[in-house]
């Protein structure tokens, strides 16, 4: 019968004979703290009041029509290729999307309230980390009617901060040319390297410990 490990006896170690050295074990995989994000509210350039805040599952049907205003440019910008109305509408998908774990993703919806009281979707963020590793990707969607107000740099900064809090690499990938999603990116502080195979940049910042970071406060 073998004697249990915690009992088994232990070889004394000489001065001559030195234990050898182990490397450290590597850092445990971060979690993303989405519940500490709180609604912000801010103006666009345009003057419209909006709050971002996490999404929820009652954003169902808000997503469904932020969908409907997608243009294809702006479709084919963010899912690399052409998703139908009906795919990314979908009520399973959907309903997986307004619903996540907030340690393992963070979604963000830029939300106006109209004048009747009802609630608009006028973009969305997401951040999800990848399992095992300390890194997390970022996606940004704004809706047509509303770029170039800013949105997307708000989204951003939102995300990065959690990034930051949790000590992570975050990353995203960007088609050539989305210009004003590159704008954006660039503006934050990210690094940008081509991948010229796959025809996109990859942007990245990251926060894992012992890595440095030059961050590039980006203009509201």
């Excluded at 702006?74 to 959907?94: N, P």
């Amino acid at each position: 019968m073998k004697r249990p490990a915690d009992l088994a006896p232990r070889r004394k170690t000489s001065a001559a004979l030195k234990p050898p050295r182990l490397d450290p074990a590597p850092a445990p995989a971060a979690y993303l703290d989405g519940h500490r994000v709180r609604p912000t509210e801010r103006a666009l350039r345009d003057g419209t009041r909006v709050a971002i805040r996490l999404i929820t599952p009652e954003d169902e049907a808000r997503m469904v029509a932020f969908h409907a205003t997608l243009s294809d440019e702006s479709v084919h910008a963010r899912y690399f290729g052409m998703r139908s109305l009906a795919f990314r509408t979908e009520h399973e998908r959907l309903a997986r999307l307004c619903h996540t774990d907030l340690a393992r993703e963070v979604a963000l919806v830029v939300d106006r309230e109209q004048a009747g009281g009802e609630h608009e979707i006028l973009g969305v963020g997401r951040l999800i980390r990848t399992p095992g590793r300390n890194e997390a990707e970022f996606a940004l969607l704004v809706g047509d009617r509303w770029q170039g107000e800013g949105l997307g740099t708000a989204l951003l900064s939102t995300l990065v901060r959690i990034a930051r809090d949790a000590r992570v690499r975050i990353f995203g990938h960007v088609l050539p040319g989305n210009a004003a999603m590159l704008h954006v990116i660039r503006a934050a502080g990210f690094e940008l390297r081509l991948h010229a195979a796959e025809g996109e940049w990859v942007a990245e910042l990251d926060f894992r410990p012992g890595r440095t970071t030059r961050i590039v406060p980006a203009p509201v």
